[in-house]
């Protein structure tokens, strides 16, 4: 069921009077909430219900009872296990399973491994990372725990189980537990649902039907100047659709009385990648920092160590995102990147205070570019179905007869060169809006607002818009 879809409409709205006329109770409210969210899992398959019902018991049992009798080192352990164990079956089997598969035939040995016809269920990457989050607080007796179906909406809430953000039981769980509820800036709740739906509707779904999906699909296909306006599009496309779903989610949850951490600030003004990954898809860097860089060690044990320790973390978060090689190189190169950012910061130091000159302004935009065009690079690895088609299309961008198929393409690629410049100045008119919406009474919103989004409708490509990151 689609956040946009009629069914999650006509859904939405009776649970929604629902849920606010038992305002006076927040317990039968969380009840109304699992129940809601469970509905929504089980929509798109009965069986990925049933793994979110089971993981979640495995949690409660290991945070909430085994706690009390196993040290922190074994529940940490335990919780490894489940969760390897759980992308291994659920995510990476059919992968694993193939290439196990090849090396037993080229050893000579016959063995036929087992197959599973089982998709990865509806959010696993991320109410595992929400499991994480909880039972570490509670062995780091930073919470306390909390009663069993607390648990359960805490890992099952469904506006956050799709795609993130990743919710922190020590931010998340007192809303859960909380003694009174209320709609939160309902203004800017509808106005971010606006937001979400023109990223998404227009700009993603314009870009990926008209210049992502083509290409991709078949860079051979297409000159260098076309793979180059591609690599532009995906890069916008992604962006659009990550924090246009992020805008939706966090819409919904305010008008449910949930407060969701921020996961984007625009990332394209980033001067280097470490820069990139402190506003891109936020609540993901700060876990990996948290609960991966740190626990290895972090920085405490000299540059050689920290740098060793960043790059593992970016290959986790590579291999996070999906199966196979073109997922590890992409986190591979974040994490030389982050490296040799590290050792560039080491050697130079960075200017503190914001730039005043003109060459202090200029060096910032260069960075700027630059950065984008790197994160471009990595996001060909991100996009492309295997690593074959990776290389073809960076073979593509190489090949003889690049200046006139550069001319050919001149009018989109200039176009994405000025939306990269002009990013800044709409990241500044966002926050403007940000500043001045309550200034206006809500009864001059209805009428522009609806003719403004008849246009987005009319100019959007038909058909639903998908979310990216719901298929991590």
């Not at 924090?243 to 949850?253: E, F, Q, R």
């Not at 990996?288 to 920290?306: A, C, E, Q, S, W």
């Not at 986190?331 to 202090?360: C, R, Y």
């Not at 050919?408 to 800044?424: E, K, N, Q, R, V």
């Amino acid at each position: 069921m689609n956040f946009f879809s009629f069914e999650f409409i006509a859904c939405f709205t009776p649970f929604f009077l629902a849920y606010w006329l038992c305002q006076k109770n927040v317990r039968l409210q969380n009840i109304l909430l699992i129940t809601a969210s469970y509905l929504f899992v089980f929509s798109f398959q009965a069986n990925f219900a049933y793994v979110l019902a089971g993981y979640t018991l495995f949690i409660y049992l290991l945070a909430n009872v085994l706690s009390g009798y196993l040290s922190s080192r074994w529940i940490y352990s335990l919780l490894g296990i489940g969760i390897v164990g759980s992308f291994i079956v659920f995510k990476y089997y059919g992968f694993l399973q193939e290439s196990l598969q090849g090396v037993l035939n080229q050893a000579g040995i016959e063995a036929e491994l087992p197959t599973l016809a089982m998709l990865a269920p509806l959010g696993l990457s991320f109410y595992v990372f929400h499991s994480v989050s909880y039972v570490v607080s509670v062995c780091r007796k930073e919470i306390e725990k909390a009663p069993f179906w607390d648990v359960v909406l805490y890992l099952c809430f469904f506006p956050s189980i799709v795609a993130g953000p990743i919710n922190r039981a020590l931010t998340f769980m007192p809303q859960v537990q909380a003694g009174s509820r209320e709609i939160i800036d309902y203004k800017k709740a509808l106005l971010l649902i606006i937001l979400s739906m023109v990223k998404l509707f227009l700009f993603s779904a314009y870009l990926s039907e008209n210049f992502v999906n083509p290409v991709f699909s078949s860079p051979v296909s297409y000159n260098a100047g076309e793979n180059l306006v591609a690599v532009y599009a995906y890069a916008w496309n992604i962006y659009f659709n990550f924090s246009g779903y992020t805008n939706l989610v966090t819409g919904i949850a305010m008008l449910l009385g949930f407060v969701l951490p921020v996961n984007f600030n625009a990332p394209y003004l980033a001067t280097n990648l470490k820069e990139f990954w402190a506003r891109w898809h936020i609540s993901l860097s700060k876990f990996i920092r948290d609960y991966v860089y740190i626990p290895l060690g972090g920085n405490r044990k000299g540059t050689f160590r920290m740098n060793i320790n960043a790059f593992i973390a970016m290959v986790i978060s590579g291999i996070w995102h999906g199966v196979g090689l073109p997922f590890i190189i992409w986190g591979a190169l974040h994490g030389v990147g982050i490296v040799l950012i590290n050792i560039k910061h080491k050697l130079f130091p960075l200017h503190q205070g914001p730039a005043t000159s003109i060459w202090q302004k200029t060096n910032v935009w260069l960075a700027r570019i630059f950065t984008f065009h790197v994160v471009c690079l990595t996001w060909i690895f991100f996009r492309s179905a295997t690593f074959n088609d990776a290389i073809t299309m960076l073979t593509q961008l190489t090949t003889g007869g690049w200046g006139e198929s550069f001319l050919t393409s001149a009018p989109m690629l200039i176009a994405f060169w000025g939306l990269l410049l002009l990013y800044p100045q709409c990241v500044a008119l966002y926050h403007w809006v940000g500043r001045h919406y309550q200034r206006v009474s809500w009864i001059y919103y209805p009428l522009p607002l609806a003719l403004f989004m008849t246009l987005v409708f009319i100019l959007s490509p038909s058909g639903m818009p998908g979310f990216i990151y719901a298929n991590f």
